[in-house]
T-cell receptor, first 117, second 110 residues
Framework: GAVVSQHPSRVICKSGTSVKIECRSLDFQATTMFWYRQFPKQSLMLMATSNEGSKATYEQGVEKDKFLINHASLTLSTLTVTSAHPEDSSFYIC?????????????FGPGTRLTVT | DAKTTQPNSMESNEEEPVHLPCNHSTISGTDYIHWYRQLPSQGPEYVIHGLTSNVNNRMASLAIAEDRKSSTLILHRATLRDAAVYYCILPTSGTYKYIFGTGTRLKVLA
């Protein structure tokens, strides 16, 4: 099956610094990738849709200048949390769609736990 | 976006079947029904999907009501490893977006 990886799996950073999270589709080309955020005991919240070669589409209430998304290739999307603050601490999950299937399944990465101190 | 409603939590005994319901009364004719599950501290895992007919795979079965306004995920023999949050999702047509509801937290008792 289609595999999606994320790096790093865990990261701790100081308040005010920026953190980059990578999302890779390992065995398929993903024209569309998605970024989610999940707080403890809560469901996944869609942050943005990332399309290869074009600007990301952000969901309402998500600050595009704070959460920079780049999808420069068909196998890699990155999420950069700029000027991170403790309230940005969360579990960040990416997913990718495999257009070869012609269907809507998304394949999810294992997640990145961000802790801002 | 078509919404889904699921019970917050359910319990099952190990080795017994589990029926996880999902209501999606505003579903449109072309909406697929997808089920995923999420184990603690992991990304969601695909379980099964369907459109109109009941579906079976090695993980589970999906029973879809005739009017498609509800569906049921069936785990035939629950194991402790099936303890997870199960999400029923109707992808947004044309955009492939998933909007996650609260899901059902399944607890499996030994």
């Amino acid at each position: 099956g289609a595999v999606v990886s994320q790096h790093p799996s865990r990261v701790i950073c100081k308040s005010g610094t920026s953190v980059k999270i990578e999302c890779r589709s390992l065995d398929f080309q993903a024209t569309t990738m998605f970024w989610y955020r999940q707080f403890p005991k809560q469901s996944l919240m869609l942050m943005a849709t990332s399309n290869e070669g074009s600007k990301a589409t952000y969901e309402q209430g998500v600050e595009k200048d704070k959460f920079l998304i780049n999808h420069a290739s068909l196998t890699l999307s990155t999420l950069t949390v700029t000027s991170a603050h403790p309230e940005d601490s969360s579990f960040y999950i990416c997913s990718a769609n495999d257009p070869r299937t012609g269907r809507y399944e998304q394949y999810f990465g294992p997640g990145t736990r961000l802790t801002v101190t | 976006d078509a919404k889904t409603t699921q019970p917050n939590s359910m319990e099952s005994n190990e080795e017994e079947p589990v029926h996880l319901p999902c209501n999606h009364s505003t579903i449109s004719g072309t909406d697929y029904i997808h089920w995923y599950r999420q184990l603690p501290s992991q990304g969601p895992e695909y379980v099964i999907h369907g459109l109109t007919s009941n579906v079976n795979n090695r993980m589970a079965s999906l029973a879809i009501a005739e009017d498609r306004k509800s569906s049921t995920l069936i785990l035939h023999r629950a194991t402790l490893r099936d303890a997870a949050v199960y999400y029923c999702i109707l992808p947004t047509s044309g955009t492939y977006k998933y909007i996650f509801g609260t899901g059902t937290r399944l607890k499996v008792l030994a």
